[in-house]
């Protein structure tokens, strides 16, 4: 049995959708990509799109899916949903619940809507869609252009009669409320809040692992298929709620590390997000409890352990599984990350945040239950 003690980088998983982009940069090249100068994979913020104009667009780029690969240490070649399922706590630590990664992390890349639509919580999806889980997901804004623009929750007044009638007509845009996104803005959508995402985005969503949706309004338009993509209102318009507030422009709660600076973004029972800043050498330790996950926004630099040292880059994503005990992150330049997780509320956010005086009020607003 191998001793997972190291952190491991996974590769990216490319997902096909109406409205993505040949573009991926400065994360990520197209896969069609590996036709490019081999030397672009490592200045990505140089990368082209694809020159092949019949390359798919590619709306989302999955980070920990059950198909992404380990591509280092002893569980190099094999799949993360794979390692899962054979190495179960070793990997996902002593308090993981089934066989599978828990935190569903992808970025988004939109050149058009996408559909309005709305997720399920588990008891709904245990009893309609069996096998499946609900869907809690959070946005974090990596880059907007001036047009961007997103929908979340409905505007006031609006009842699920008037919404599903202009759902069947196309129109239900007009009654759902729309925002222009920050930089670095970070948006909570629990189940039962309807939304749809615009154009001219890239941003990072964590979720359940699930990647159930009810569609309710798709505009007309066609798959990759040439045909309608289908909708669902029965179960939609059961789940949808409403009179949910959009959770948006969340509070920025920063505080200043050795290394540089955290900012705790957000954090539910099913998934915790924090911004890390690293300026200078970094040391870590992994949680025997569960498994961690880092994705590099920004910078390049290197991940040392006591057995030996990979460079780090944008885009890469990390998983930090418990026995990692030791780590350090040595930025060759300044660094962003993201830190995902299933957490301790109370302890990974509510606590420390006290400690460090922050307001009780700020701390709901970036806190739910």
């Not at 591509?71 to 190495?87: D, F, K, S």
Request: glycine share 8%; hydrophobic share 40%.
């Amino acid at each position: 049995m191998p001793q997972l003690d190291v952190p491991l980088l996974l590769s990216p998983v490319y997902k096909p959708k109406i409205w993505g982009r040949r573009d991926l940069s400065p994360l990520f090249l197209h896969p069609d990509g590996s036709r490019i100068e081999r030397f672009r994979r490592r200045v990505r913020r140089k990368a082209a799109p694809s020159a092949d104009k019949e390359a798919p667009l590619i709306g989302e780029v999955w980070i920990t899916d059950d198909a992404s690969q380990f591509l280092n240490g002893p569980l190099a070649g094999i799949t993360l949903g794979e390692a899962a399922r054979q190495y179960g706590p070793e990997l996902l630590g002593d308090s993981a619940k089934g066989a599978r990664f828990p935190v569903l992390a992808k970025y988004l890349f939109t050149s058009d809507w996408l559909s309005v639509q709305v997720h399920p919580d588990d008891e709904y999806a245990g009893r309609h869609d069996p096998g499946s889980s609900g869907k809690c997901e959070m946005w974090y804004i990596v880059k907007a252009e001036r047009e961007a623009r997103f929908l979340l929750g409905s505007k006031p007044g609006v009842t699920k009669e008037k919404l599903k009638s202009a759902a069947q007509t196309g129109a239900s845009k007009r009654l759902l409320q729309p925002f222009r996104p920050k930089l670095d803005e970070a948006i909570f959508v629990p189940p039962g809040t309807v939304h749809a995402l615009g154009p001219a985005l890239v941003l990072f969503e964590a979720e359940q692992n699930s990647d159930l949706t009810y569609r309710l309004d798709d505009f007309g338009r066609v798959g990759l298929d040439g045909k309608p993509r289908p909708l669902h209102w029965d179960k939609g318009f059961q789940v949808a709620r409403v009179e949910l507030p959009a959770h948006r422009d969340l509070p920025r709660i920063t505080v200043q590390e050795p290394f540089g600076r955290r900012r705790y973004v957000v954090a539910c029972r099913f998934f915790a997000v924090e911004e890390l800043l690293v300026r200078r050498t970094a040391s870590f330790a992994g949680s025997s409890e569960r498994v961690e996950a880092l994705s590099i926004l920004e910078g390049e630099g290197r991940v040392e352990t006591p057995a030996g040292w990979i460079a780090y880059q944008m885009g890469d994503t990390w998983l930090v599984p418990p026995a990692a005990r030791h780590y350090r992150l040595v930025p060759g330049e300044r660094s962003r990350l993201l830190k995902f997780y299933v957490p301790d509320v109370d302890r990974d956010f509510r606590h420390p945040l006290t400690k460090r005086r922050v307001s009780a009020a700020a701390i709901r607003k970036i806190c739910f239950d």
